[in-house]
């Protein structure tokens, strides 16, 4: 299985200010997602990149696929306290069954 | 349209005893994906199975853990002897097709349980 690194795994700042959020991996991926967490619910998808370089945006929310399509990121600018939550990455394997495999979150708190 | 639904919710089993989880995808989806998720932790995935299927298997442990899709009904997730450290939020998620995974899945609520 193929492996996600994400980091940091825990990051607390102050409304208004931006920040980003790194998924790495020495592997290939066939896409990168990105999802959001709340509390006692399932993840929710963001956004799927799929070529390498790519860049979308979300709002005030900017994804980048590498251009080796082993890493992402995810870029919040202003953040706002309704941006707290669990974001994970997640990759889909190239070989094999082509399965989900997740980093393993990080925790945002954006305090106002 | 209906999501993922699993139920229950929430399921507290004494040490010994059997856990089923159940998870309907959504229509038309006829692939299911079994995660496990610790807290503060991310999904680990656990089993992906097709109707009648199981296609990759290699994140559930060999002994107490069993997976079916039937041809009819929900995906079962069956824990036999249920341990302390099986206590955990079970996610179940389905996609259309095969390669549906770069689509992005569907995840059900989850279902938390937990063994006393």
């Known amino acids: 299985t193929q492996l996600l690194e994400q980091s940091p795994q825990f990051l607390s700042i102050q409304e208004g200010e931006n920040l980003t959020v790194y998924c790495n991996s020495s592997?290939?991926?066939?896409?990168l997602q990105w999802y959001r967490q709340e509390p006692g619910e399932g993840p929710v998808l963001l956004v799927t990149?799929?070529?390498?370089?790519e860049v979308k945006k979300l709002k005030r929310l900017t994804f980048q696929f590498g251009d080796a399509r082993k890493d992402s990121s995810l870029h919040i600018t202003a953040a706002q306290p309704g941006d707290t939550g669990l974001y994970l990455c997640?990759?889909?394997?190239?070989?094999?069954?082509?399965?989900?495999?997740f980093g393993q979150g990080t925790r945002l708190t954006i305090n106002p | 349209n209906a999501g993922v639904m699993q139920n229950p919710r929430h399921l507290v089993r004494r040490r010994g005893q059997e856990a089923r989880l159940r998870c309907s995808p959504m229509?038309?989806?006829?692939?299911v994906y079994w995660y496990r998720q610790l807290p503060e932790e991310g999904l680990k995935f656990m089993v992906y199975?097709?109707?009648?299927?199981?296609?990759?298997e290699s994140g559930m442990p060999k002994e107490r853990f069993s997976a079916e899709f039937p041809k009819e009904g929900p995906s079962i997730l069956r824990i036999q002897q249920v341990v302390r450290g099986d206590s955990a939020a079970y996610f179940c998620?389905?996609?259309?097709?095969?390669?549906?995974?770069?689509?992005?899945?569907?995840f059900g609520s989850g279902t938390r349980l937990t063994v006393v």
């Open positions: 592997s290939v991926f066939s896409s």
């Open positions: 199975l097709q109707k009648e299927n199981i296609i990759d």
């Open positions: 229509k038309g989806h006829s692939h």
């Open positions: 997640a990759g889909v394997e190239i070989q094999g069954a082509q399965k989900l495999v």
């Open positions: 998620a389905s996609s259309p097709m095969t390669g549906g995974s770069n689509y992005g899945y569907t």
């Open positions: 990149v799929v070529t390498g370089g």
